[in-house]
Each structure stands twice: as structure tokens, then as C-alpha cells.
């Protein structure tokens, strides 16, 4: 089940704070992070794990709450180059070779001058 | 540069035909995926090969087929073409399948005329 984010759009001034939120019906291990520019291929920012393990870029910061099957993408003084559509993707797989991810519709965010 | 190649970048066709879009995966990566987007649906996954065989299968349809050979590399053969079909498909690779960054190429727009 496609996993929902909130919210669809956000414009934000540069310097300013923005919450991206991803919320999902079914138990998760895993919610990955993507951001992508217009007419780019979507780039990978960060992974969190059930458990509290994460992998991504030191500048962004994001929680996943395992009970509330719930992410959050935390972007702090945004620059101009934040600008981008972000998406979540989210499997209840704990791994092996096999690994589906359900994305979410996007958020798109703009961050302004 | 994600090191994931797709060709063509661009297809232009008729309903009915068929096309193939090929993926060479970043050098090392096992595992490759297969996403159409659109503008109404977002990313979605179609089907993952880790080291030649299938190991996940999302919304693909029947018309729709794809394989990874023993250099790794993936094609997807869209057949019986429709105007629905006309989407960016992506690729990506992984280095196993389990819980790792998903890189992504840039991408084959295919348009249905």
C-alpha cells in the first residue's frame, strides 16, 4: 500500500525550516528518502531502519517511529538548492535479495530567495 | 553522475509496437529495479533482478517483461503499446538487495502517439 506524505507542496523562503512527513498503514523496517529535481533522476538521501539504524548525508536529518509507522524529513536552513520533489519509500521486508519499495506520491518543495 | 546508464533517453512510438529500454547498473551493484512514473501516480515499481534471477514483482503488467543477462545488465520490453503507457521509466541498481541506496539512471522518456 502506497505509503502517504504530507504535505503534497511547501514554499519556503531560504534559511527557513520544513517538515516532510510520511505515514504508512502496514508495519515498516524500512523508509528511504529521495529527492528529485525536475527532469533529474531521483537521488538517494538517507535510510532508516527498524532498530534506529540510519545511512544517509550528515546535513539532513530525519525519525521514523516504528509504532506509529511514521517518518519525518527534517530540512533546516534551506538553501536554494533544496528546491525538489521528495519521496518516501517504505518496505515491511527486513531484506535479503528481494526488496520492493512503495513510494509515496512526493512532496514538492520550493525554496525561494 | 549515479554510474546507472539507461538508453534511450527518449523513445517516440505508435500504439501497438514494442520497445525495449536497457540498464547497465553501476559496476558492483547486483540488484536492479525497474520504476515508471507519471505525473498522476508518482514512482512506481514495476520489478527487481538480483544477479539474474527475479526476486520481486510490483504493478507489471503482462505486456510488460523484462530480464537481467549474466553482465548484469537489464532490459524491460514494453509490448502492445497504449497511450497510458507513455511515462519516464527508470532504473536503478543496488548493491545487494536488502536495505541498501537505491541509485538511479537518469531515465527513458517514452511517448505513445
Known amino acids: 500500500q502506497q505509503p502517504v506524505q504530507s504535505p503534497q507542496a511547501v514554499i519556503l523562503r531560504e534559511g527557513e525550516d520544513a517538515v516532510i512527513n510520511c505515514s504508512s498503514s502496514k508495519a515498516l523496517y524500512s523508509v528511504h528518502w529521495y529527492r528529485q529535481k525536475h527532469g533529474e533522476a531521483p537521488v538517494f538521501l538517507m535510510i532508516?531502519?527498524?532498530?534506529?539504524e540510519q545511512k544517509g548525508h550528515e546535513k539532513i536529518s530525519a525519525s521514523f517511529n516504528e509504532k506509529k509507522q511514521q517518518s519525518s524529513l527534517y530540512l533546516t536552513a534551506s538553501q536554494l538548492s533544496y528546491s525538489g520533489t521528495y519521496f518516501c519509500?517504505?518496505?515491511?521486508?527486513?531484506?535479503?535479495?528481494?526488496?520492493?519499495?512503495?513510494f509515496g506520491k512526493g512532496t514538492l518543495l520550493t525554496v525561494n530567495p | 553522475d549515479s554510474g546507472v546508464t539507461q538508453t534511450p533517453k527518449h523513445l517516440i512510438t505508435a500504439t501497438g509496437q514494442r520497445v525495449t529500454l536497457r540498464c547497465s547498473p553501476r559496476?558492483?551493484?547486483?540488484?536492479v529495479y525497474w520504476y515508471q512514473q507519471s505525473l498522476d501516480q508518482g514512482l512506481q515499481f514495476l520489478i527487481q533482478y538480483y544477479n539474474g534471477e527475479e526476486r520481486a514483482k510490483g504493478n507489471i503488467l503482462e505486456r510488460f517483461s523484462a530480464q537481467q543477462f549474466p553482465d548484469l545488465h537489464s532490459e524491460l520490453n514494453l509490448s502492445s503499446l497504449e497511450l497510458g503507457d507513455s511515462a519516464l521509466y527508470f532504473c536503478a541498481s543496488s548493491v545487494a538487495g536488502s536495505n541498501q541506496p537505491q541509485h538511479f539512471g537518469d531515465g527513458t522518456r517514452l511517448s505513445i502517439l
Open positions: 532508516l531502519l527498524k532498530g534506529g
Open positions: 559496476s558492483g551493484d547486483l540488484s
Open positions: 519509500g517504505t518496505s515491511g521486508s527486513r531484506g535479503g535479495s528481494n526488496y520492493k519499495l512503495t
